[in-house]
């Protein structure tokens, strides 16, 4: 979210489209690219953050649904858009049974 790419400028790196450099970061292979962090194999050790970014709240009977999604989704959709997607889908007749996520957020 902000909060990150807060911290990247912060730092002097930047967050491109793809990757955040230097260091050649995959945003989706956060887990997996060691030489992203590791100063010996071009990285830089403050290019990913370890405090995640958490929110809390209580759900109620009134909750009807639960959204989780990653930046990705919520810096290109809104949140009164990503409702719509769900109730729609929730309220045709095949319901979550034929929910396609890449059908529905193709625009994300």
């Not at 450099?21 to 995959?26: A, I, N, T, W, Y």
């Not at 949140?79 to 889908?89: E, I």
């Amino acid at each position: 979210g902000s909060t990150y790419q807060t911290q990247l400028q912060k730092d002097g790196l930047k967050l491109g489209p793809v990757r955040i450099l230097p260091g050649r970061l995959s945003v989706s292979r956060a887990f997996g690219d060691i030489e992203a962090k590791n100063p010996l194999l071009g990285g830089n050790p403050k290019v990913l953050i370890s405090t995640p970014e958490i929110q809390t709240f209580k759900l109620s009977k009134k909750t009807d649904f639960l959204l989780l999604g990653s930046d990705g989704i919520f810096e290109k959709c809104s949140n009164s858009y990503l409702s719509r997607v769900v109730w729609k889908t929730l309220k045709s007749k095949e319901g979550l049974n034929k929910f396609n996520l890449h059908e529905c957020l193709g625009e994300c």
